[in-house]
Structures are given as structure tokens and as C-alpha cells.
């Protein structure tokens, strides 16, 4: 079985501007979750899908947004980039939320650097 | 209120001697517990779970946890360091009562050869 997959895996955009990554799950798995890795913050959430649905989200501000397709493939977008925004963007699969022993599987992720 | 504390930022053993990375939980209700490994400039990798089965949870390249009710612990073993085992781990909890996962801030292994 494929692994998750992350496009692209290395971006450079100025401040102001706005990006969108992707991700695409293991076959079969409908949950997809975001979350934001830098040095000084760890490992943060960002949000959460299940069947085109957000089922949950971060503490993070608007311009943070996300999406899910019928295919379970999600993107999420970040608009007016800040510097603040250079992270590792990391995208986790799962099968359903429902089962006892969810858990998730990590894409290598998207480096985002802001300058 | 959930949460994971990682007792340890950074933690250094010498190949071949044992690893221990000492992780605790705080938990409303009954919790999944993971250990994740992530190597530099790559995702996170699982290593091991836990999910209300045995106590006692084996992973992948020798790893191994215990889960811990009464110390609310969830601490990571191997017997023996490995030059490969050198990165950083992250312990992780989930709520079975809901399905967010909440990471600790991590520890970097360093082995010395």
C-alpha cells in the first residue's frame, strides 16, 4: 500500500503571498489532519477532516484554512503569508475515527519557507 | 483536561546500552498511547500503540512501552542503542472519548558511538 503522499515537498514564497499544499491519504482512509511543526512550538494542530467534513481545528488563525474532496485527497491553503509561517506542514492519514484503534500515519511533509 | 508531558528534552546513551525515554499522560478517560520516531527533514514514523489490550506493547526495531494506569506513564525501552536509533521521539495520546491526538513537545536521542 502507498504511503501518504505530500506536494510539494519543498516550498519558498514571500510574505504576503498564499500557498496551497497537498496531501493525499493510504488507500481507503477517509480522516486526514494537519498540523504545523516548528523549533520553537513543536508539533501543533491544525485541523482535521473526515468525509469532506471538519471535524476539528487548532488554535490557528484564519488565514489557515483546509479542505476535503470525495476522493479524501485534502489541501490546505495559507493566505498573507508571515515569516512566522516557515514550518514543516505535516499531513497524517487515519481510517475512521470511529475505530477503537485509530491512529495515524505521517507523510514526509511539506517544508514552507517564507522569506 | 488531556495532555503529555515528555520528561525529557534530550537524552544521550552510548551504542549498545539501553534507552529510556519517559514519557506521562494526563487523562479524563481512558487514552490510546503512541510513540511516534521522526528522523531529520523526514514525517513521523509509529512505533508503537496502545490501546487497552496488553500492558506490555512491543514495536518495531526493538522498541517496546508500558502502559502504566496507576503512574499515568507510558515509558519507551530498547535493550540495546543502535547508531540508527538517534532522532527525535514524540509520545502521543488520544481520547478514546474523541478522536484528537495530542503530542508531547518530544525528546532527541543522541547515540554515541
Known amino acids: 500500500k502507498a504511503g501518504v503522499t505530500q506536494t510539494p515537498r519543498y516550498l519558498i514564497k514571500t510574505r504576503g503571498q498564499q500557498v496551497t499544499l497537498s496531501c493525499s491519504p493510504i488507500s481507503g482512509h477517509r480522516s486526514v489532519s494537519w498540523y504545523q511543526q516548528t523549533p520553537g512550538q513543536g508539533l501543533q494542530f491544525l485541523f482535521e477532516y473526515f468525509s469532506e467534513t471538519q471535524r476539528n481545528k487548532g488554535n490557528f488563525p484564519g488565514r489557515f484554512s483546509g479542505r476535503q474532496f470525495s476522493n479524501s485527497r485534502s489541501e490546505m491553503n495559507v493566505s498573507t503569508l508571515e515569516l512566522g509561517d516557515s514550518a514543516l506542514y505535516l499531513c497524517a492519514s487515519s481510517s475512521s475515527p470511529t475505530v477503537p484503534t485509530y491512529e495515524q500515519y505521517f507523510g514526509p511533509g511539506t517544508r514552507l519557507t517564507v522569506t | 483536561a488531556q495532555s503529555v508531558t515528555q520528561l525529557d528534552s534530550h537524552v544521550s546513551v552510548s551504542e549498545g546500552t539501553p534507552v529510556l525515554l519517559r514519557c506521562n499522560y494526563s487523562?479524563?478517560?481512558?487514552?490510546?498511547l503512541f510513540w511516534y520516531v521522526q528522523h531529520p527533514n523526514k514525517g513521523l514514523q509509529l512505533l508503537l500503540k496502545?490501546?487497552?489490550?496488553?500492558?506490555l506493547v512491543k514495536g518495531i526495531n526493538g522498541f517496546e512501552a508500558e502502559f502504566k494506569k496507576s503512574e499515568t506513564s507510558f515509558h519507551l525501552t530498547k535493550p540495546s542503542a543502535h547508531m540508527s536509533d538517534a532522532a527525535e521521539y514524540f509520545c502521543?495520546?488520544?481520547?478514546?472519548?474523541?478522536?484528537?491526538?495530542?503530542f508531547g513537545t518530544g525528546t532527541s536521542l543522541t547515540v554515541i558511538p
Open positions: 496502545y490501546t487497552s489490550a496488553a500492558t
Open positions: 502521543v495520546v488520544r481520547i478514546n472519548t474523541g478522536n484528537q491526538f495530542y
Open positions: 487523562s479524563s478517560y481512558s487514552p490510546s
